[in-house]
């Protein structure tokens, strides 16, 4: 499974957009980018996941470059819930489990 | 539904001692996962499971057994307990290989004195 690299940390305004990227310059061609997220002392919550299209949800979109070397998660109001770990996983459609690192950790604040 | 549980929440344990976490899901999930989380640091994965009566080696397995002999359980087994297996411990099921989407219990807090 490729590597991917995030930030630490960000903040983000309440109510404007938090635009998470990720880098995973490794990608193959049927990996796919998951996107988790980890409120505090709770178990992970799957976001969104997308392979070379643009991807939205009721939760995020997910924009994924052309070359597919990178991406970004766009919470675009985000609120206080929305503080977490963020965590960026490139897995291929036929694996057998993914390979969590450690992530951006989302500070929204008012 | 009641998605992933996990029996128990707490506990703690004294070096040497065993113990067995649950896992359960009513989602009909063919894959479940256990991950141990450290202060500080992203998900480990121990064990996984493809399907009941399956069993396969995660990133950090040492120290640690399990068993899936029902489908829609998964239990974590600690032989002989290290202070080093202090952690956060999750469990997680996804329907099966191609829907990697994962859904993850509460969590038990496990130290080891």
């Known amino acids: 499974d490729a590597k991917t690299t995030q930030p630490t940390s960000m903040d983000c305004a309440e109510g404007r957009a938090a635009n998470l990227p990720c880098n995973h310059s490794?990608?193959?061609?049927?990996?796919?980018v998951y996107w988790y997220r980890q409120i505090h002392s709770q178990g992970p919550q799957y976001i969104i996941h997308g392979l070379k299209n643009n991807e939205t949800n009721e939760m995020a979109s997910l924009i994924i470059t052309e070359d597919r070397k990178s991406s970004t998660l766009i919470l675009p109001h985000a609120t206080l819930r929305d503080t977490a770990v963020y965590y960026c996983?490139?897995?291929?459609?036929?694996?057998?489990?993914?390979?969590f690192g450690t992530g951006t950790r989302l500070q929204v604040f008012p | 539904n009641a998605g992933v549980t996990q029996t128990p929440k707490f506990r703690v344990l004294k070096t040497g001692q065993s113990m067995t976490l649950l896992c359960a899901q009513d989602?009909?999930?063919?894959?479940m996962y256990w991950y141990r989380q450290d202060p500080g640091m992203g998900l480990r994965l121990i064990h996984y499971s493809v399907g009941e009566g399956t069993t396969a080696k995660g990133e950090v397995p040492d120290g640690y057994n399990v068993s899936r002999l029902k489908k829609q359980n998964f239990l974590l087994g600690l032989e002989s307990a290290a202070p080093s297996q202090t952690s956060v411990y999750f469990c997680?099921?996804?329907?099966?290989?191609?829907?990697?989407?994962?859904?993850f219990g509460p969590g038990t807090r496990l130290t080891v004195t």
């Open positions: 996983i490139a897995g291929a459609y036929n694996t057998d489990k993914l390979i």
């Open positions: 997680a099921s996804s329907y099966y290989r191609g829907r990697n989407e994962q859904y």
């Open positions: 989602m009909n999930h063919e894959y």
């Open positions: 490794t990608i193959s061609g049927n990996e796919y």
